[in-house]
């Protein structure tokens, strides 16, 4: 007879205090609130903790969150962290500080990456330690829920139609394996198993048993649910775009009453999505990712009754009478009162040689942190100069062997944030090369394998006493690369909205006191963020003059909100 398997260990939360009176009470604290779910592990020292992180590691033990009190001797709360980290990089981290260790636990921020401090005592801990706690812990089961994967996706690395399929189910956080099947002999297993060449590839295997061959992403996002319809037959607000702006608006909109829906054609969070780490939006000290951001607003989206279409394009803006319509890709429609277009801008693709042949192979546009594991110990290339870009530099260099950023104008100053700039000079493996823009691309076995850029020294001035101004020397290299990611430019996405909306000569939606000037028909003035169609709103990087933050589109789409509760009551 079978002897029935043991149920799978509960994840650790590993405490780690000196005094004996304060472990034993943050741990009864930890159990009673999250003992269900959760295993309490105790320890006198920082040294104790880390055998015991070992010994967890070694048997295949989660550790979900660590707890260290800053005030140890011989080992402090931030040293034993900074250890701890190397053994445990996903476990969340929190120090427990005195007033008087303020600034050490700031400090601790950048030093290891701290999660949250929490100022001694958290009475009552109802209030000021649970909920803490439980935010962590949600976010921690979040991103080993999609570690550990539903859906196994079968493919070749330089495959775009395989790294489209990645892309796509790491954005919308579906829970998926990234099976190689070059690299990965259970990638060959399964596909024998099945009965599945590789030419055939790539495949996705569901978690229901279903088979996928070649499936696209709308294919997939059907089979998973993760497209839905509407269900309503007439809005009062329709929210074109999931960014920032996007979410923030569908969050005012159905807190305040309004039947919204949101329509976004890719996944929650746009562009600010795919960063790997926002340090200076207000509120979290400790920085959170762009995906974090997507799954809190989304959540909280849907918590207050706001409807997500996601995977769904919107393709034209009709207007009739007092109705707004949005047609959609699939052949659907969105009847509206007021319509808030937030549909975000993408990063210009470069069209130097070779890189349209090599995009999805080797060439990114963006961030696609699905692909970092993968550049473990690689030449990675970053191209652009702004704080998307040296995000994503500093995220690869936890990674790459080495990153190297082309920068084409002469200095990071004037287009990223200082806290960035002391990021990337405090990193020895990131090279940034200013005057320095890409020629071509070259690939070897389908995929790049180089890049020719050139560099323009800066102008230099002739003899003193006032020569003639001498050209600058042009240099030209070409550097073995093993992937390339780009963040130059921002193209809007408004080209559905032709002969509708005005838009600026680069496409950007003209609104307030620009689209009165701009076919505006009404005797009122437009208001702030309105557009040439009355009752026809816009927020966010797509506004013609907006300014590019994330913060800044969060206020506008909640601004936006308020525009159409006026709109709505005055016309």
């Not at 102008?459 to 240099?475: D, F, H, N, R, Y």
Request: glycine residues 10%; negative net charge; hydrophobic residues 40%.
């Amino acid at each position: 007879m079978s002897t029935p398997s043991s149920p799978p260990r509960r994840p650790a939360i590993v405490v780690v205090d000196d005094e004996p009176a304060v472990l034993a009470a943050v741990s009864r604290d930890l159990r009673r609130g999250f003992g269900e779910r959760f295993r309490i592990v105790r320890a006198g020292s920082g040294p104790e903790a880390l055998g015991l992180l070992r010994e967890l590691r070694t048997r295949g033990d989660q550790v979900a969150l660590l707890v260290a009190d800053q005030r140890m001797p011989g080992m402090s709360g931030t040293e034993y962290l900074v250890e701890a980290r190397k053994l445990v990089p996903d476990a969340k981290r929190v120090l427990l500080t005195a007033y008087a260790d303020t600034e050490a636990a700031i400090s601790a921020i950048n030093e290891v990456a701290l999660d949250y401090y929490l100022l001694k005592p958290w009475d009552p801990p109802e209030e000021q330690l649970f909920p803490v706690v439980e935010d962590l812990l949600t976010t921690w089961e979040s991103g080993a829920a999609l570690d550990a994967g539903g859906v196994r996706v079968i493919g070749h690395r330089y495959s775009k139609a395989s790294h489209d399929l990645r892309d796509f189910l790491a954005r919308n956080r579906v829970p998926a394996r990234w099976l190689d099947v070059e690299r990965d002999g259970e990638a060959r297993e399964l596909l024998s198993v099945i009965g599945v060449g590789q030419d055939c590839l790539p495949v996705a295997l569901l978690e229901d048993g279903g088979v996928m061959e070649k499936p696209t992403i709308l294919e997939l996002a059907e089979r998973l649910g993760v497209s839905s319809t509407p269900t309503q037959e007439h809005y009062d607000l329709v929210i074109v775009g999931g960014g920032p702006a996007g979410l923030a608006a569908a969050v005012y909109g159905a807190s305040e009453g309004l039947k919204t829906v949101l329509v976004e054609r890719e996944a929650p969070g746009g562009q600010a999505g795919q960063s790997s780490r926002i340090e200076n939006y207000l509120g979290f000290p400790a920085g959170l990712s762009g995906s974090d951001l997507a799954r809190r607003g989304t959540d909280q989206a849907r918590r207050l009754g706001a409807e997500l279409l996601t995977v769904s394009d919107a393709v034209k803006l009709r207007v009739e009478g007092a109705g707004r319509f949005v047609d959609l890709g699939s052949g659907a429609s969105l009847s509206a009162t007021c319509v808030v277009v937030a549909s975000g801008v993408s990063y210009r693709q470069l069209e130097a040689p070779g890189f349209a042949e090599h995009t999805g192979a080797g060439i990114y546009y963006g961030a696609a942190l699905t692909e970092a594991r993968a550049c473990s110990d690689q030449h990675v290339v970053v191209i652009g100069g702004a704080n998307s870009a040296g995000q994503a530099a500093v995220y690869f260099s936890g990674y790459a062997r080495k990153v190297t950023m082309l920068v084409r104008g002469p200095d990071l100053e004037r287009s990223m944030s200082h806290y960035l700039i002391e990021q990337l000079a405090a990193l020895p493996n990131v090279e940034v090369r200013t005057c320095t823009s890409v020629v071509s691309a070259e690939g070897e076995d389908g995929h790049l394998a180089r890049l020719t850029v050139r560099m323009t020294p800066k102008a230099t001035t002739g003899p003193a006493g006032g020569g003639v101004a001498t050209e600058p020397a042009v240099l030209e290299e070409t550097m073995d690369v093993d992937a390339c990611f780009v963040f130059i430019g921002a193209q809007p996405r408004t080209d559905w909205l032709d002969g509708v909306v005005a838009r600026d000569e680069r496409g950007f939606i003209l609104a307030g006191s620009d689209a009165q000037t701009a076919g505006w028909a009404l005797p009122r003035e437009p208001y702030l963020l309105e557009t040439t169609v009355p009752g026809v709103f816009v927020a966010g990087d797509v506004r013609a003059r907006s300014i590019k933050r994330v913060a800044s589109a969060v206020g506008e789409g909640s601004m936006s909100v308020s525009l159409v509760h006026q709109y709505l009551v005055e016309g």
